[in-house]
């Protein structure tokens, strides 16, 4: 196998925040952020499963799809509520939902997936790095998010190995080991690589709005997030870019061009500010800021 054989699945922009009994005025503040950044990023149509509409961003309308989503989540249909920015070829394609792996429905999620068609910064992409991190900022300020991050599905797959692999073992025989699936992102990447990336704790076992989840290409830390990690700590990982957000917190990235999964070097730039923040020993509660 080789490494151009690994598909990516999806690059996103992930938002994350403490749920709210009433989340429809967040959403629209995000839609209503991301419509004024750029005709590219509007998000007008509406895809609800069994049919694509120009959809009117207003906050009743919202409540309404919403409500129709929480109703859903009662039910074994599935019925996110979706935006995308064209009907048939969106670059951008907007997705809200309660997180489905938290206790008690703890978080809300917000991704912003961008087509995997054109590249997203650089020569023919979506966005400048700068213009990237611009519109991140302001889908954070939107969301009212806690935390966020850009990262494509190949580096989620990486980080996430050992936890998920850990959980499956404890829910089956030793004998049943052997059964266990590995993506093949992991089985072309250096076993020694892989452990650094993933050493991180499972998300359920820690609050998120507290401590951050793991490093991923572009990242927003709050400010509990920075404290809990140490600012100094943070500040002193090789990052290639950190610019602190008008509503406090950073913003990090671990490089300035497209990150690419499959690119050893780039995934050995955010091994190298995982092993100097070593998140997993701040999520165990073992390290005091």
Do not use: C
């Not at 995997?116 to 954070?140: C, E």
């Not at 030793?174 to 250096?190: A, D, G, Q």
């Amino acid at each position: 196998m080789t490494t151009s054989s690994v598909p990516l699945w999806h690059r996103a922009l992930h938002l994350l925040r403490k749920a709210d009994k009433a989340p429809a005025q967040h959403v629209a503040d995000v839609i209503a952020a991301s419509n004024s950044f750029s005709d590219l990023t509007r998000l007008n149509v509406r895809n609800t499963g069994t049919s694509v509409r120009d959809f009117s961003a207003s906050l009743e309308a919202i409540e309404a799809a919403l409500q129709a989503t929480v109703a859903s989540a009662r039910t074994d249909v599935d019925l996110p509520f979706v935006l995308g920015s064209d009907r048939t070829t969106p670059a951008l394609v907007f997705s809200y939902e309660r997180d489905p792996l938290a206790f008690r429905g703890s978080y809300d999620l917000a991704d912003i997936n961008f087509t995997l068609s054109r590249p997203l910064i650089g020569p023919g992409g979506l966005f400048t790095f700068a213009d990237l991190m611009k519109y991140t900022a302001l889908m954070v300020e939107g969301f009212d998010a806690a935390t966020a991050s850009v990262h494509e599905s190949r580096l989620f797959e990486l980080i996430a190995s050992t936890y998920s692999t850990e959980m499956a073992k404890s829910q089956i025989p030793r004998s049943e080991y052997k059964y266990l699936p590995v993506s093949e992102i992991v089985r072309v990447t250096p076993p020694a690589l892989v452990k650094r990336l993933s050493h991180v704790r499972h998300p359920t076992s820690f609050d998120l709005t507290r401590i951050p989840p793991a490093v991923f290409w572009i990242n927003y830390w709050n400010p509990r997030q920075v404290k809990a990690v140490g600012e100094d700590r943070v500040r002193s990982a090789p990052w290639a870019f950190v610019a602190e957000h008008p509503r406090g917190g950073l913003l990090l990235a671990t490089q300035t061009e497209e990150f690419d999964g499959l690119n050893r070097d780039h995934l050995q730039r955010v091994a190298r500010i995982a092993d100097t923040l070593d998140l997993y020993a701040v999520q165990s509660g073992e390290v005091r800021s």
